[in-house]
């Protein structure tokens, strides 16, 4: 069984170890980092190689987006997965422009984030079902 490595960036110390836990639910999946903001995630992934970065948009320091920037210049292979509690369809579309594969919702995450690493892991995009106001070719 091949692993899918995957790094956290959220700012709330308790929501990312729920998170780990949910991600430890998928057999092949191993996180091999967390950050507490986006400047910190820069920093891990000239560390760390993942095939995955799960990232929250409003963090301190530097925010999700602005991180994901940079993330596509730097590290372009990395697939990105959105984690966000902002429904706002400009959120996702922006998140979308940066390149990103999925956005999955906080409040779904224990229904939605394990099936949405799987569409991203098959080449797909994934985003909440909640959104139904998505950008036209966004869901899969």
């Known amino acids: 069984m ?3 490595y995957i790094v956290l960036a959220e700012d709330h110390r308790e929501f990312r170890r729920l998170l ?4 430890e639910r998928g057999e092949d999946l191993q996180v091999i980092g967390e950050a507490e903001d986006g ?3 820069l920093e891990l992934l000239e560390e760390v190689n993942p095939d995955l970065v799960i990232l929250d ?5 530097l925010g999700g987006l602005e991180a994901a920037q940079r993330l596509r210049e730097s590290h372009p292979q990395v697939k990105l997965l959105f984690l966000s509690m902002h429904k706002k369809k400009a959120f996702v579309q922006q998140a979308r422009s940066l390149g990103a594969a999925g956005y999955v919702l906080k409040e779904e995450m224990d229904q939605s984030l394990l ?5 991203i892991r098959a080449g797909k995009t994934y985003i909440s079902p909640i959104l139904d106001n ?3 070719g966004y869901a899969s």
């Open 20 to 23: 780990r836990q949910e991600l």
């Open 134 to 136: 998505c950008p036209p």
């Open 57 to 61: 948009i409003s963090m301190p320091r």
């Open 115 to 119: 099936p949405a690493i799987c569409q």
């Open 2 to 4: 091949t692993h899918y």
């Open 39 to 41: 400047q910190e995630l």
